[in-house]
């Protein structure tokens, strides 16, 4: 984790990048995706480059692997890969260098690979592309790749489809093959981002073992700060094209220097540990209470054939007082987002009952259930396909309320307030989607869900798409707004950061079922359950028990 | 794979079974009847209609006429044409080989230089080549497919004498050549829609295939553009397109109505009008359940070609 920060000779340097500038067509919002940007990779380290979304990080790995879109143009600089000049390089010469010198793997491992080939196959090509050797030798050394990077069984999974695999095993295959050549440089873009956290430690370990094994120099690009405090030997910090900070990644995490990292650093989610302190304790009785719901998926023919069935959501019970938060935290496929779809009825269960204000709410038809409408609300997790784009903000947040009998203009007045409530101007009323950044679209969510004045939020994954610095602002909206209004809370959420900060309680699922349920203070300090210790421990960047103080609620 | 091959298929029996009870339905509540025209014709009396009609058995009631209908088609008697009395399915059977013919080589045509140009289009998005491909596919689609004939008829025909105007041989020629010389200007014609349609979607298939992460990858990998083009980015674009050539099949075998009109082409598309206009009804059913079940079929067929080709659903 040591930074060497004596003079760097320029063998020691396996990647350099200095001035590098990419134009951005025109009609973009800036002229450049990157500007005049300078870095080194030091053979042998890991250099993690975080900025958030439109920083530019993604069109810095692009450009070093010559995979720019023609659109995009560099303009100036110079990357120096092993000595070599590869800007203005042929794009012959270019792609010699590919796959041999410098390799890449990225974010979402379940549509990087070719679904209509092999596992085998495809690590096989990379080395028939460079002329590696014989197919026999190829095969063998696809096979010992298989081995290296852990996945079970090589002989079999060489002739696997990648569909059988899982996402984090198709990112280990994505690593065997990047490493067939044993290039110089690994350029990593967001690799671990689409993965579940535990996969996300396993990948992080992967990388960081496969690195020190080779001597290998690795670029690793990301927006998570815990990513970078994992593995980071040194770190660039990029905001809207520019570097505006770099150095050892002891330096940078500890003590940042520009006043942009020092906000990002600060945003970034932490464990607390600590719960919510609420004046008023939960006497009343529960606005929900959930007692062995059941929902199950069938699946194939029912006629011919045999059918499959999966239990999304098992005998899950749980209590929720009013004015609380309840955080629903697991991994992709733990019924968590089926649980809140049951909630809000877009699912019809197959046993238990949901008692919303003492009234068995599962088994409504949804003609009885559609004045109860209005009182549960969801907020949804992609701003952007959320909200229909061919609709004014004003008349997404009227529709549902009018369509329940309120008069148009009192809706409209409403809408306006709490346009104005959720921080943004009221000239949104007019204006369509498509004119916010995520964030405000975000806060348009929230102000459609709150027209109904409804005593229970659904929140699934709503901070998920955003940006560290504005999901800490979403999350502080959510708060106020619980404190002002006295709304229930059910937060559906996959990283446990972000739960320990909002949440009174947190359920934690597996397999359909809660493993465990408690305050923060057990979840993240005292985990009872095996899963939910394995779950803590995976979080990136973080010690249990070592909770730092919480800047996201300055 | 046995359990959805048994599914589809009980679900195409079904199909069937309803298409035919419509197919027949509509055909018999049409006003007149089958011999609604002797009712025109003074050497025919009304004894004679009504004795046509009990030799027919058009006399009882119209479920019956299905039940015996069905039961029959089921045994493999299709019935016999009104016209000349010749069996059904030898009727079909003898203009099968003239759209075989036609539609078989214009079918070819469309779907290999309709998929070259959209590959190419869409590898070359937004070239000259992109742009004359686009424009020359939009006017062979709002063209009518007979002004096309007229026009090749006009040039090719009378102006130039290359091609014959018409019909499928001279009479007594039955040589293959002959045959090739006829098939030439309508085959070209009929195949202009269709390499227009499929250029379009093997354009917006190429496009989807290329704008996918593997093909990324692919390009990291270092691998030549025409290795990732030919692996990895046409064998994906081809999937959808499978389903499509399915859905082409039962044309290729019904046939084109207007352009064997246009060309005197005898084959199935004019069988239907003519048997139509003669409410030849047993005919009539004949082709509708041939079409049906070749609809069916050609679902059918691209569903399992899918299925063994694409290894998520070969092995799931």
Redesign the interface.
């Known amino acids: 984790m040591v930074a060497s920060i004596q003079a760097v000779a320029p063998h020691d340097v396996a990647l350099s990048v200095r001035d590098l500038t990419v134009n951005l067509p025109q009609g973009m919002e800036r002229t450049h995706a990157v500007k005049n940007i300078s870095f080194d990779l030091k053979r042998g380290q890991i250099l993690c480059i975080i900025g958030e979304s439109g920083s530019g990080k993604s069109v810095t790995a692009n450009a070093i692997m010559g995979l720019l879109p023609k659109v995009i143009r560099l303009s100036s600089g110079v990357i120096q890969l092993e000595g070599m000049n590869i800007i203005g390089m042929s794009p012959d010469k270019l792609r010699n260098l590919r796959g041999r010198v410098v390799s890449m793997i990225f974010q979402d491992p379940l549509s990087a690979l070719n679904p209509l080939m092999t596992v085998g196959a495809q690590i096989d090509e990379v080395m028939a592309a460079h002329g590696f050797g014989t197919p026999q030798a190829c095969r063998n050394r696809a096979i010992e790749l298989l081995t290296e990077v852990g996945l079970p069984d090589p002989e079999l999974m060489y002739h696997q489809y990648p569909f059988r695999l899982s996402g984090g095993q198709r990112q280990r295959v994505m690593i065997a093959m990047a490493l067939a050549l044993e290039p110089t440089v690994l350029i990593a873009d967001e690799p671990t981002t689409a993965l579940d956290v535990t996969t996300q430690a396993q990948i992080l370990q992967l990388i960081r073992d496969i690195q020190r094994r080779k001597g290998m120099s690795v670029m690793f690009i990301t927006h998570d700060f815990g990513v970078v405090a994992e593995i980071a030997d040194s770190v660039v910090v990029m905001e809207k094209g520019h570097v505006v900070e770099q150095g050892s990644a002891e330096q940078v995490l500890k003590s940042p220097k520009h006043p942009y990292t020092q906000r990002l650093i600060a945003a970034v989610p932490h464990l607390t540990g600590e719960d919510r302190s609420r004046p008023e304790a939960a006497s009343k009785e529960p606005i929900l209470k959930v007692e062995g719901l059941v929902k199950t998926y069938r699946g194939g023919s029912a006629l011919f054939g045999a059918q499959r069935t999966v239990t999304a959501v098992n005998e899950v019970s749980f209590e929720l007082a009013p004015g609380r938060t309840l955080g629903v935290v697991g991994e992709s496929g733990s019924g968590k987002s089926s649980l809140g779809r049951l909630l809000i009825k877009l699912l019809d269960s197959d046993g238990g009952g949901i008692l919303f204000e003492g009234c068995d709410i599962a088994k409504l038809s949804e003609a009885k259930f559609r004045p109860l409408r209005p009182r549960i609300q969801m907020i949804f997790q992609d701003p952007f396909a959320s909200l229909n784009p061919r609709s004014t903000v004003g008349h997404i947040m009227t529709v549902g309320p009018m369509a329940h009998g309120m008069p148009y203009v009192q809706a409209r007045d409403e809408a306006r307030a709490l346009l104005a409530h959720v921080g943004l101007d009221a000239g949104a009323f007019g204006r369509y989607p498509h004119e916010f950044s995520g964030g405000q679209r975000q806060r348009i969510g929230i102000a459609r869900a709150l027209m109904f004045k409804p005593k229970l939020l659904i929140a699934d994954e709503a901070v998920s798409a955003l940006d560290v610095s504005i999901q800490a602002q979403i999350l502080q909206l959510l708060d106020q707004i619980q404190r002002e209004t006295g709304v229930s809370m059910v937060f559906i959420t996959h990283d446990l950061r972000v739960a320990s900060q909002i949440c009174d309680e947190i359920a934690v699922m597996q397999k359909g079922r809660i493993v465990e349920r408690g305050p923060p203070s057990q979840i993240f300090l005292n985990p009872q359950a095996a899963y939910t210790r394995q779950l803590v421990a995976a979080i990136p960047g973080e010690r249990p028990g070592n909770a730092r103080p919480v800047a996201a609620n300055a | 794979m046995?359990?959805?091959l048994?599914?589809r298929l009980?679900q195409s029996l079904v199909l069937l079974v309803i298409v035919s009870i419509i197919g027949f339905g509509i055909l018999n509540l049409l006003p007149g009847g089958p011999l609604a025209q002797f009712g025109l014709d003074p050497g025919m009396t009304q004894q004679d209609i009504e004795r046509l009609k009990g030799l027919l058995g058009l006399d009882r009631p119209i479920w019956i006429q299905y039940l015996d209908w069905a039961w029959r088609l089921v045994r493999g008697d299709w019935g016999h044409s009104f016209r000349d009395g010749a069996p059904v399915l030898e009727v079909i059977g003898s203009h099968l080989f003239a759209t075989l013919l036609l539609m078989g080589s214009s079918t070819v045509i469309a779907i290999s230089i309709g998929a070259w140009i959209g590959i190419r289009g869409a590898t070359r998005r937004y070239s000259l080549f992109d742009y004359l491909a686009t424009v020359g596919a939009m006017v062979a689609l709002s063209v009518p497919t007979f002004w096309f004939g007229l026009v090749g008829i006009y040039v090719f025909s009378l102006k130039l004498g290359w091609l014959p105007a018409g019909n499928m041989s001279e009479i007594g020629d039955g040589s293959i050549l002959g045959y090739l010389h006829h098939l030439i200007l309508p085959s070209i014609v009929l195949s202009l829609v269709h390499v227009a349609i499929w250029s379009r979607y093997m354009r917006t298939a190429t496009l989807d295939a290329i704008s996918?992460?593997?093909v990324?990858?692919?390009?990291?990998?270092?691998?030549?553009e025409r290795?990732i083009l030919m692996?990895?980015v046409v064998?994906?674009a081809l999937?959808p397109m499978i389903t499509l050539a399915g859905m082409q099949l039962p044309s290729v075998l019904t046939g084109a109505l207007v352009t064997e009109t246009v060309f005197t082409w005898p084959g199935m598309g004019r069988l239907f009008l003519d048997s139509l206009g003669y409410s030849d009804y047993p005919v009539v059913m004949g082709l509708l359940m041939f079409s049906a079940i070749l609809v069916l079929l050609g679902n059918l067929i691209a569903d399992i070609v899918v299925a063994i080709?694409?290894?998520?659903i070969r092995?799931?």
Do not use: E, M, Y
């Open positions: 046995r359990g959805f048994l599914n009980s996918q992460d593997f990324k990858t692919a390009r990291a990998k270092g691998l030549s290795r692996k990895h064998g994906n999937l080709v694409d290894p998520r092995l799931a």
